[in-house]
């Protein structure tokens, strides 16, 4: 392996070293506490650093032995729930393919597997099969959650699957719309909800006991008006602010949340007219993976942009972070895994990240790419149509 | 053996009757009670409903398929569909895949300005309906359709010879630029990236940038598919091959109400009909049907098109009695009678 990272800072002295690749952009909106540049090689203004992140200082990944599973993947927005179990020595994964969930139990090594698969429950009088968009495992303090999310409603299960908990009907419209009719993104939230989002904009919360079944929807979060993509909590520190949750919907719009004992309303990111797909929320930073490829870094509380990365050639399907040391992945249409580390600069706080690894599945599109550790020292990633999740674990 | 029969070359030897076929199909397809019904927002066909439909149209010329050539004329279909479906680049391509294929019929019905119009008039209800939806809408429709497509692996020749699928059956995928080992990262706050690629038409005429959805035969070429090996690999089992089931009840509504619209051809005396054989000999054609491995077969909905069973009177009359309605349960009994006429066919 070559020089570590390269962070390119500039002054009006050193020219970008960059400057032979780059692109000349354009200012959208210029915002009047910055100047406005047409190039970003432009040495007098300093409000902007241009920074190229090099493969170079590859952090080395080494496929594993697969996962496979019971039923191919189907192409659905982070299609890959990943919920490790240290003293057991296993890992669950789950998957979705139309009304079936699989569900994978592997030995550390991958040698011992098994399966179960779960249905979506069909509701009252339908006769069609419901197709389930999401299944994510959700961890409390007192209990983890497997919820799966489909066109008729919300199921909730004990971890392993083997009993169904909670079952959440979504309102059944007459004459039925025009438009789809679902719910979709998954988390949870401040150690005690589980917030799951619907293609009208909603975002339900759900109150859950620490045993039991009395589970009860406590609010009903309005603020978006396309359908929910995906639902993020903050899975590190807050350093400065009580941000808990960032809510992505389809047009590409953001929401944050705070959620002490009611959930406000904090900042709205507007969309740029793409899907945000995937949403992580870590120390105060948002990670946004979008249907252009690219991922958007954004201060939580007061929802500035911070950074902008060409991540991919095609539409981001799944964003994950390991908690432990800010790695961040994202996976895409265009095949590949892409491994990303986040920090804060401790002089100046602003957020930044660098490239730390690639990781091409070949002849699949991705839909679904999760870490299976918290310090991101392994990840899993499926695609369209695979039977099985591929795995790399750090060398 | 590379005879199969292809409009190209059986325009060689018959050129009356491929006209004669396009244009019962066209028209038939396009017709306005037909299509109303399609633009009518649903779920997702089965693939049990979707043959059968296919099946109908398949005959509404004179031209009669064996179910072992109709099986393969479907598979061709099927991958040639899901390839283009998968390979989109952009969410929004997947409406200029289906502006590609009108234009293609457009070509071969252009001296008949009365199924022209047809066409045209469809094209433009396609512009009204879809053109405004977002990229985010157009990706929920693909993956929507890709979950239609969904572990279908059989190999086509056409596409293992230009390399685009391998040898298990799946789709090869492009990998665009990435020997780029420099990840663009812009620490700003607002401009956007300009793309450079140029975007197709979505008006009624124009140059639709996107190849796919083009003429996959415009260069004369082997139609073969392959079944062996082809099950090996199936992980799941479809739940629409069993008996009958909820779901077949609603779907028979809706699948009489558009086959409403869909007047079969029938073949007088005067008239010699016509069978499209897509093997080498009548023997391949037999061996194939015989071969074909269980999990691969469509347990379609047998409507014969033959004279007898639509001059089936009771039959009739139940299909005439259909309406228009929303209310599945109204029409259980119904759905249960003619479903059980169905499997007597």
Known sequence: PAAPPHRAGWSPRSPCPASAGCVPVTQATPTPSRAVMSSPCDARALTTRCAVAMAAGDTGYRKERSVPLKSSSSALYNNLSVLPLRDKQLTYFAAVHGSTVSLASASADGLSVSHRQLQAKEGGLAVSASIVTQASWCVLPSRVLLVLTSQKGIQMYESDGSIMVYWHALDVLEPPPAQAVFARGIAAASGRFICVGTSSGLVLVFDIPSKGTNITLSEVLEEHRDSITDIASEVGENPDGDADLVTADDSGALCVWRSKEEFSLLTKISAFGWTCSSVKLWNGVIAAGYGNGQIRLYEAMSGALRATVSAHARWIYALDLAPLTGKLLSGAEDSYVQIWKLSRSPDTGDIEIEHCHSECVTDTQLCGARFCDPEGNAFAATGYDLSEIVRYGQV | ?345
């Open chain 2, 1 to 345: 053996g590379k005879t199969a029969l292809l409009p190209q070359r059986t325009a060689l030897l018959m050129g009356s009757f491929v006209f004669a076929v396009m244009n019962d199909i066209i028209t038939t397809m396009f017709n306005k009670k037909f299509m109303e019904e399609l633009f009518k927002p649903q779920e997702l066909y089965s693939k049990k409903a979707l043959r059968t439909v296919y099946d109908r149209l398949a005959h509404a010329s004179i031209m009669r398929l064996n179910q072992a050539s109709m099986d393969k004329l479907y598979d061709l279909m099927t991958m040639a569909f899901k390839y283009q479906v998968l390979l989109c680049p952009r969410s929004k391509d997947i409406l200029l895949v289906t502006f590609n294929h009108l234009d293609a019929i457009k070509d071969f019905i252009r001296d008949s300005p009365n199924i022209l119009n047809q066409v045209d008039e469809t094209f433009r209800q396609l512009i009204d309906m879809y053109s405004c939806l977002s990229a985010g809408e157009f990706q929920l429709i693909r993956q929507t359709l890709l979950i239609f497509f969904q572990d279908m692996h059989i190999r086509v020749s056409i596409f293992l010879k230009d390399k685009v699928q391998n040898s298990n059956g799946r789709f090869v995928l492009p990998i665009s630029d990435h020997s780029l080992l420099f990840k663009r990262v812009e620490f700003t706050n607002g401009g956007s990236y300009i793309s450079p690629q140029r975007e197709g038409s979505f008006d009624l005429y124009g140059d639709r940038v996107l190849k796919l959805g083009t003429n996959m035969y415009s260069v004369s070429r082997p139609v073969e598919t392959h079944m062996s090996g082809a099950s090996k690999n199936l992980a799941s089992h479809t739940k629409e091959n069993a008996a009958p089931n909820p779901l077949a009840k609603e779907e028979l509504n809706f699948l009489a109400r558009l086959m409403g619209g869909l007047e079969i051809k029938k073949p007088n005396g005067s008239e010699p009909g016509f069978r499209l054989n897509l093997f080498t000999t009548d023997e391949e054609e037999e061996y194939a049907a015989l071969t074909r491995p269980e999990e691969l077969s469509y347990k379609v909905i047998n409507i014969q098109a033959t004279q007898d069973q639509w001059q089936n009177e009771e039959l009739a009359r139940i299909m005439g009695e259909f309406e228009v309605t929303d209310q599945p349960s109204q029409s259980t009994s119904k759905g249960d009678d003619l479903l059980a006429m169905m499997d007597e066919l």
